[in-house]
């Protein structure tokens, strides 16, 4: 069964950092995609960023230059360190892997890390 276990986050001032981790389980990870969305109350998830097992990355427009995701293909891990957190960053961010299972693309989803970013 597929596990996403997501931590980290926390509450922190403008202007400051933040990371988050997401621990894969129970699943073939190479041929999904990794990374972060972004929920804020009543509104749709929003992309953050995704990571390829090649190391290809796809950043959403409002965190280029400032988030940077990693991942461990080995572990199944994915890493997002947040930096110059912006007040608009505030939200639920949900761990996701994005995978192609035959001519079929699911995503699996964490539970959930909150991170709050005060003025």
């Known amino acids: 069964q597929v596990h996403l276990a997501d931590s980290g986050g926390g509450s922190v001032q403008a202007g400051g950092s933040l990371s988050l981790d997401c621990v894969g389980s129970?699943?073939?990870?190479?041929?999904?995609?990794m990374g972060w969305f972004l929920q804020d109350p009543g509104k749709e998830r929003k992309l953050i960023s995704l990571?390829?097992?090649?190391?290809?990355?796809e950043y959403g427009d409002s965190v280029q230059g400032r988030f940077y995701i990693s991942r461990d293909n080995v572990k199944n891990t994915v890493h997002l360190q947040m930096n110059q957190l912006k007040t608009e960053d505030t939200g639920a961010y949900f761990c996701?892997?994005?995978?192609?299972?035959?001519?079929?693309?699911?995503?699996?989803w964490g539970q959930g890390t909150q991170v709050t970013v005060s003025a």
């Open positions: 990571i390829n097992s090649d190391g290809a990355v």
């Open positions: 129970g699943y073939d990870f190479t041929n999904c995609r």
């Open positions: 996701a892997a994005r995978c192609q299972r035959g001519p079929s693309l699911r995503t699996y």
